[in-house]
């Protein structure tokens, strides 16, 4: 009897493992299902790619040259004093404006107004002595051109009063060279000498210059200087003041360097915050016309190879294309010529943003037409 009820219990917990089995496989089978469904009807959701998009047309591309160039003072020049002597005057400092003709400095002119006096007193001596000597000639006149050039000449010679003259007038000179006398306006710069030192005749005292007007010095490759002219305009871009100037190209070096450069300046004008040496970008527009134009962003890159995607009949296709000039955000292009399958034509709808994950016959949806 015992052993008919452990059968019958054994016969139960058989039969509840079973049902329990069953009831777990369909559950996992059923989740499964639904798993699979899920992903299934995910995979079929047709993906929206909104794309903006251009017309091409025939227009004119401002071709772009940029290079880096250093501003420099159209005149400049290191001034100093005529003659030696002890500084008693210094009018200006360094960054001083100035004007033309405005006394900077001057020497102790003691020696030199003594020197002018002497020259004086010899001078009248001389030309005592030169006119005693015409009237022993019978001559009554001082006038030059009433005198015959030999004698004039042999008489002012033996009296001195030439050699008076001379040192007279070399004696003013060196009074009136004791004031360094600006030659131009400017902006005085490199000052080194202070009051009461000595100062040598013929050295740089300081140097003037003229920063109403500055000339930017830059370098173009061999193959630009096609599309550039003189009087073509630049525009200069200082990089430490985020400012753009306008100016023009005042020469072009004819001389190829050695690098395969050529020297190029442009003139542009001072609003106050230029100064010589400041390190510029400069950068030159020239129109060229007939082009496609495409903003930067419409050319991606597919299989390495430059391409525009074109919008025909709501999909997306791509064709390969070169870029045959650039500015800061256009490219002027063409249909590559070594691709047959490639076409680009005025009218074309091209793609300009939402092209970066488009691949070949994708469908599109328009911004505009939202």
Known sequence: MSKKINSKKNNLTILSFLIAGSLFFYSCTKSKAAEES???KKAYVTEKNEVETIVLKNESFQKELVSNGKIIAAQKNSIQFEVSDKLEHLYVKNGDNVRKGQV???L????????????????????FQFEDMLVGRGIFTTKRDSIARDVYD?????SGYDAA????????????????????????ANIESKVYENVSAGKSFMTLIDDAVFEVEFYLIESEMSDVALNSKVQI???????????HISSINPLIERNGTILVKAVVKNDGELTEGMNVKVRIEKEVKGQLVVPKSAVVLRDNQEVLFKV????????????????????????????????????DTVIVSGNLNLAHDSEVILKSQK
């Open 154 to 158: 042999m008489v002012a010679s033996r």
């Open 38 to 40: 899920s992903i299934e």
């Open 312 to 347: 025909v009949a709501g999909k997306a296709y791509w064709t390969y294309i070169q870029t045959t000039m650039e500015n800061s955000s256009s490219y002027a292009v063409i249909a590559h010529p070594n691709k047959s399958s490639a076409t680009l034509n005025p009218g």
């Open 165 to 188: 003259l001379l040192e007279l007038k070399t004696a003013q000179y060196e009074l009136k060279s004791t004031k360094l006398i600006a030659p131009f306006s400017g902006k005085v």
């Open 104 to 106: 900077l400095a001057s």
């Open 237 to 247: 871009l200082p990089f430490a003041l985020g400012k753009i100037y306008n100016g």
């Open 108 to 127: 102790n002119p003691f020696k030199y107004q003594q020197r002018l006096a002497r020259a004086e007193i010899d001078l009248k001596k001389a030309k």
